[in-house]
């Protein structure tokens, strides 16, 4: 009648449950997690409970500080500005190598991943805009064929995915179409091998992105004591 829980199963729902308490706002941004804590809460044993903390940490949504503790993803401008400049290089590197060694399969996937965020921002469904937006990236620095550069990738920007994930409820419907689109010239130039195009599209596209975010986080700064409390552009 039921299947036994295997360990990797037990993590795969624990990171699910804490995943889910940092998306609905139970856990709060830069909140701090107790292992043990958390282990009593769930009935699990701490190493169920570590091994979800690290794929929680490997998709952005948790930092561990040494000798600190583990936290909820929290980031201020600042910190979004440094993504941004480690985006505007290695990502911009990545679009180009997709553009050159992308697989015919991998394009048609990155197409229907396109095509399902552009389906979503019609919906208004922003959590599902954002999974979408977040996969097309992942599969572009698949794409590139360099595990190196994936691995740096995901640790420098994935925190950024998760920290709109969070936030994403207050962002504006409305933007979303245009968030997509602005996708399409990068997917046109991976798709025709167009190596400087793809690059010098990311370039552009990226450094509107950037503006949008220092916008809200402006206009937040002027509705309120924190600028870090406004959603940032989803990208």
């Known amino acids: 009648m039921f299947k036994k829980l295997t360990p990797h199963t ?13 998306l609905s706002g139970t856990l709060k941004e830069g909140e701090r997690l107790v292992e043990r804590k958390l282990a009593i809460a769930l009935g699990a044993s701490l190493t169920a409970v570590r091994e ?17 503790g583990t936290y909820v993803t929290k980031m201020s401008f600042d910190d979004v500005e440094k993504v941004f400049q480690v985006r505007r290089v290695l990502e911009a590197y990545a679009v180009g190598e997709a553009a050159q060694h992308g697989t015919s399969g991998q394009v048609e996937k990155l197409e229907r991943i396109y095509m399902e965020m552009v389906d979503a921002a019609r919906a208004k469904d922003t959590r599902a805009f954002n ?23 995901r640790r420098a920007v994935l925190p950024y995915f998760a920290f709109t994930a969070i936030r994403i409820a207050t962002v504006d419907p409305l933007s979303l179409l245009r968030d997509a689109y602005e996708h399409l010239p990068l997917l046109e130039a991976i798709k025709a091998h167009d190596a400087d195009g793809a690059r010098n599209s990311f370039v552009s596209t990226v450094d509107d992105w950037l503006a949008v975010t220092r916008a809200e986080f402006a206009r937040a700064s002027e509705l309120q004591p924190e600028a870090s409390n406004q959603a940032p552009a989803l990208v």
């Not at 037990?10 to 940092?22: D, F, H, N, S, Y």
């Not at 979800?52 to 600190?68: P, W, Y």
């Open 10 to 22: 037990l993590r795969g729902r624990i990171a699910q449950q804490v995943r889910e308490a940092i």
């Open 131 to 153: 999974q979408q937006d977040m996969c097309w990236h992942l599969l572009v620095w698949e794409m590139s064929g360099n595990e190196y550069l994936q691995a740096a990738l």
């Open 52 to 68: 979800a903390l690290i794929e929680l940490e490997s998709e952005g949504f948790i930092l561990k500080k040494t000798n600190l």
